[in-house]
C-alpha cells in the first residue's frame, strides 16, 4: 500500500528558498501524478503544483509560477517540490498526494495523503 511522508519544511526569511520531499514506500511513485496542496490556519486547502506520471508534465497555481519547482526523482521514489522566493503568504502546512485522475488540483480526486510539512515564512 502506498505510503507518504513529506519532508524539509522548516522556518525560513522571506526571500529564502525551501525543498520539500515526498518519499513513497509501497509502491512505485512514478505510477500516479502526484500533487502538492498547502493549508493555511482558518483557509481552504489550495493546490500549488503537480506532476503527471508519464510525461512529466508539470502544473503551478498561478500564485507560485516562477517561484516553485515541483520535480521526481523515480530512482529514489520521491517528489521533490523546490520553492524560492518564499513569501510570507506562502506560510501553510504542505501536503503530497498521489492520484491516478489527470485532474490537478482537486483533493477528491486523491486517493494517498502525506501527514503534512509546516513551512514558516517570517523575519
Known amino acids: 500500500q502506498l505510503q507518504l511522508v513529506e519532508s524539509g519544511g522548516g522556518l525560513v526569511q522571506p526571500g529564502g528558498s525551501l525543498r520539500l520531499s515526498c518519499a513513497a514506500s509501497?509502491?512505485?511513485?512514478?505510477?500516479?501524478?502526484i500533487g502538492w496542496f498547502r493549508q493555511a490556519p482558518g483557509k481552504e486547502r489550495e493546490g500549488v503544483s503537480c506532476i503527471s506520471s508519464i510525461l512529466e508534465s508539470t502544473n503551478y497555481a498561478d500564485s507560485v509560477q516562477g517561484r516553485f519547482i515541483i520535480s521526481r526523482d523515480n530512482a529514489k521514489n520521491t517528489v521533490y517540490l523546490q520553492m524560492n522566493s518564499l513569501r510570507s503568504e506562502d506560510t501553510a502546512v504542505y501536503y503530497c498526494a498521489a492520484t491516478s485522475s489527470n485532474v490537478c488540483y482537486e483533493p477528491a480526486v486523491y486517493f494517498r495523503w502525506g501527514q503534512g510539512t509546516q513551512v514558516t515564512v517570517s523575519s
Open positions: 509501497g509502491a512505485t511513485l512514478s505510477y500516479y501524478r
